[in-house]
């Protein structure tokens, strides 16, 4: 069984940076992508960054240029999230999709403020 834990969230204020982390402990034998959501109150949840397998990337137009995306791995990746805006305010998701399955991990909390 598959479980995600991300970590890295917390209060920061406007311009500031956050980067977080998703760890993936069992077996994931073919990744074919990674991601990043967020669910902001009374909003859906949106996607906000890709990465494949091959290592291309994808992002909302809404966080391009200030958020990237990266892996080490087939069991972890990274949001580096800069220049944070209030409306960047959210619940983060990891989601990894893979051959076994979709998964999600249980969210992480970024709240933009001064």
């Known amino acids: 069984q598959v479980q995600l834990v991300e970590s890295g969230g917390g209060l920061v204020q406007p311009g500031g940076s956050l980067r977080l982390s998703c760890a993936a402990s069992g077996n994931i034998f073919t990744m074919y992508n990674m991601g990043w959501y967020r669910q902001a109150p009374g909003k859906q949840r949106e996607l906000v960054a890709v990465?494949?397998?091959?290592?291309?990337t994808n992002y909302a137009d809404s966080v391009k240029g200030r958020f990237t995306i990266s892996k080490n791995d087939a069991q972890n990746t990274y949001l580096q999230m800069n220049s944070l805006k209030p409306e960047d305010t959210a619940v983060y998701y990891c989601?990894?999709?893979?051959?076994?399955?979709?998964?999600w991990g249980q969210g992480t909390q970024v709240t933009v403020s001064s």
């Open positions: 989601n990894f999709n893979t051959y076994t399955g979709v998964y």
């Open positions: 990465i494949l397998s091959s290592g291309i």
